[in-house]
């Protein structure tokens, strides 16, 4: 069997890290808080921006499955959500 799916949720404010090591980002969880906002992830701190998604100006959930197997990151996943409730990553 493979690597299961795992999962972690982050909350609105500074960047932190959401995934210590290596990383396949699968797909994304996201409650909007009702103002427009946005998910930048990027490898490592300060690392290779590898997905800045807005977030609607709509209060509820929106779940995005990532297309060709998911996004790669090679050192961390560092997560900065704005305006946003919370974002749940699922990875391998």
Known sequence: ???????TTIAAGAGA??????????AIW???????GSLVLEDATG???RLDLDTPAAIG????????????FTTEIF????TAT???LFYR
């Open 47 to 49: 690392g290779t921006e």
């Open 30 to 36: 996201i409650v909007a808080a009702g103002t427009a």
């Open 17 to 26: 890290t959401a995934v210590a090591g290596p990383a396949k980002l699968k």
């Open 86 to 88: 919370f974002a749940t």
């Open 1 to 7: 069997l493979g690597q299961s799916v795992r999962s």
């Open 79 to 82: 997560a900065t959500l704005t």
């Open 61 to 72: 959930g929106h779940y995005i499955e990532l297309p060709d197997g998911g996004i790669d």
